[in-house]
């Protein structure tokens, strides 16, 4: 088996992929010093931009499941050349990948075929798109609709915030060629939930909820992040909801893809608004999200090799998933001023003491010394199971305090909201 990618994402489905009974071995490109820990796996430093050069390597070792992690190598069409050289792959085509890659392709495909979401208008030139917002007013959000590796997203409070962000995205392109189109849409307000399906065409199984906590700070202020900590299940997603989610946003995507002549194949990620029982659509991910997919791993109860080696060959109705009953949370620990600028090459001890949790490496490397060293803006994802969620909070953070790292800057209230919904159940 092969995994591509290098973030904590990659590194948890490492973990749970090397533990199937379908696994000989498992190789993970580029991988990280947390996959290089594990057992029965290997880091691979092939380019995994360079499609060629990862169907060689699969050919090469015989690999029989490729698993594609990040959204850059599915929107650049890695799966496509994969599957050519018949080689069993989870994750969509180029085309169908354009669901996260294009915003705007996103927004169409909900309009056309009637699934929930917010209002919006696409933009290519500044002063429409001020013009736009002047006549809407604020709260209303501004999106690069290119990858912006999940920062091209400003919830803007105010007129001028709008405008600034207009000129941040298609003027200054702070975000490069993802922001040479623009999808200014109306202000949802409710709670956020991240809901996941495996899709093949429109055959669809879906996983657990999760909730991201995305912004910086405690109270989820401050600026937005990749996502600063998660947890399962999330208690706003309901039975109710998870069955309006599967019809109106899942089912009715994989139809509209499939109708569009791009079918879907793999992990449909739906970023959720809910208000009064009821989920619109933020957003679509072509992938498992990162850092839900850590909590997830830690629930699943089943063969993962199996479930996504069926999945990939045409067998997703032969699919069963299985969950703990526990509640899961994942703390991340990231470098002292992301996501802003931050030190790299500070080094963390203490990993390998580390009890009651799983510590999951988002962005550290080896320095000259062998020491391990921060090497990004998210660095750590720290992972505790409990009876509910309250338990498995107190575990994470126990865990993270076990870590010694100097630099490390991480929020406090991870899982708040379910924590307070369990409180209020109790009185």
Request: glycine content about 10%; charged content about 20%.
């Amino acid at each position: 088996m092969l995994v591509v990618g290098n973030g904590g994402r990659e590194h948890a489905l490492v973990w749970r992929l090397s533990q199937s009974s379908l696994c000989e071995h498992l190789y993970s490109a580029p991988g990280n010093p947390g996959t290089a820990a594990e057992k029965n796996v290997t880091n691979v430093g092939i380019n995994v931009n360079n499609n060629a050069e990862v169907v060689k390597f699969c050919k090469e070792k015989n690999v029989g499941l490729v698993l594609v992690g990040p959204e850059v190598p599915l929107v650049a069409g890695l799966a496509d050349d994969l599957q050519a050289a018949g080689i069993p792959t989870w994750g969509p085509s180029a085309k169908a990948a354009q669901l996260e890659g294009s915003k705007a392709f996103m927004k169409d495909i909900c309009k056309k075929y009637n699934i929930p979401t917010a209002a919006y208008e696409k933009f290519t030139d500044a002063k429409r798109a001020k013009d736009f917002i002047k006549s809407l007013g604020a709260p209303i959000v501004v999106k690069a609709s290119g990858l912006a590796a999940g920062k091209g997203v400003v919830v803007a409070r105010t007129v001028e915030e709008a405008y600034q962000a207009v000129d941040d995205m298609l003027v200054s392109k702070v975000f490069g060629d993802a922001g040479n189109e623009l999808v200014i849409e109306e202000f949802l307000d409710g709670e956020e939930a991240s809901f996941f399906a495996l899709v093949d065409g429109e055959k669809c199984v879906p996983l657990i909820s999760a909730q991201d906590h995305k912004a910086v700070g405690n109270g989820d202020t401050g600026p937005n992040t990749g996502g600063m900590g998660t947890y399962s299940p999330a208690p706003v997603v309901t039975d109710a909801l998870s069955r309006q989610v599967m019809d109106e946003l899942v089912y009715r995507t994989a139809h509209a893809m499939a109708a569009e002549g791009h079918p879907f194949k793999g992990t449909l990620f739906a970023g959720l608004m809910i208000k009064d029982g009821k989920a619109k659509l933020l957003e679509h991910n072509v992938r498992f999200g990162d850092p839900e997919c850590q909590s997830l791993m830690a629930r699943l109860d089943c063969d993962l090799g199996e479930a996504l080696h069926s999945a990939s060959t045409g067998r997703l109705e032969q699919v069963k998933l299985a969950w703990r009953p526990d509640a899961a949370v994942t703390v991340v620990m990231a470098a002292n001023g992301y996501p802003g600028n931050y030190q790299k090459g500070t080094v963390i001890r203490g990993i390998e003491n580390v009890t009651g949790a799983k510590v999951f490496h988002a962005g550290t490397a080896r320095n000259s010394a062998g020491e391990l060293v921060a090497n990004g803006g998210r660095v750590l994802n720290v992972t505790a199971l409990g009876k509910d969620v309250a338990e498995a909070q107190v575990k994470a953070y126990h865990a993270v305090k076990q870590i010694q790292w100097d630099d490390a800057y991480y929020r406090t209230d991870i899982a708040w909201r379910a924590i307070a919904r369990l409180q209020a159940a109790k009185q």
